[in-house]
Every structure is written in structure tokens, then in C-alpha cells.
């Protein structure tokens, strides 16, 4: 099973919104891992991945300078679901974005988790 689902890519003019959601789920969310943060990464072509934006299981958000203003990172409550809500988006915003969660194992260190991304076109 797929621990990371990731919707609501698309095509949309530029200023326009888009709202993405990835649903968690799978034993890796039921096992003593500790789930530290969900967010979303982003991937253009001939570019990097990189982080857009993500919110810590305690609450606290960060954002890509880039998204910053438009881009607003949430959760459910049952701290699995996180969306991204891009309002205003540019031509530039266009790539894979990849929904991603980290998780702490007992022993230390990170472990992270990648769904397949969705599809985001802006047209100018």
C-alpha cells in the first residue's frame, strides 16, 4: 500500500489557485516511528528538488522564500492529511510536487517517505 497519496494537481492559469492533498496511511503511520513533519517538495525540470513548504507535528510551519505569502501549508486533525493551499500561482510554480513525511526511528536519525507527486501546470 501506497503510504502517501498525493491529489489535486492540474493545469490552472497563471493566478490562479490550486489546493493539494496528501492522505497518509499504512502501518508506517501506525508503527513506533515518531512522525516528525509532512510538507510538500517540488520538482522542475532541469532543477532540484526542493522543499516548498512543511509543518512540524508540533505545529510550527516553514516555507520556501519563493511561496512565501502565497502558499499555505496545513493539517488535519488526524495528523496524517496535509494540504497545500497555492493561491496566485506563477509559471514559475510549475513541477512534480511530492507530498513527504519524515519520521524519527527509536534508534535515531530520519527516515523519510516520498508519494508519486502530482502534476502542477501553470500556463501563462
Known amino acids: 500500500q501506497v503510504p502517501l497519496v498525493e491529489s489535486g494537481g492540474g493545469l490552472v492559469q497563471a493566478g490562479g489557485s490550486l489546493r493539494l492533498s496528501c492522505v497518509g496511511s499504512g502501518n508506517i503511520f501506525r508503527s513506533l516511528l515518531s512522525l516528525n513533519s509532512m510538507g510538500w517538495y517540488r520538482q522542475a525540470p532541469g532543477k532540484q528538488r526542493e522543499l516548498v513548504a512543511s509543518?512540524?507535528?508540533?505545529?510550527?510551519?516553514k516555507y520556501a522564500d519563493s511561496v512565501k505569502g502565497r502558499f499555505t501549508v496545513s493539517k488535519d486533525n488526524d495528523k496524517t492529511t496535509v494540504y497545500l493551499q497555492m493561491n496566485n500561482l506563477k509559471p514559475e510554480d510549475a513541477a512534480v510536487y511530492y507530498c513527504h513525511a519524515d519520521f524519527i526511528p527509536p534508534g535515531g536519525g530520519l527516515h523519510n517517505i516520498w508519494g508519486k507527486g502530482t502534476l502542477v501546470i501553470v500556463s501563462s
Open positions: 509543518v512540524l507535528t508540533g505545529g510550527t510551519t
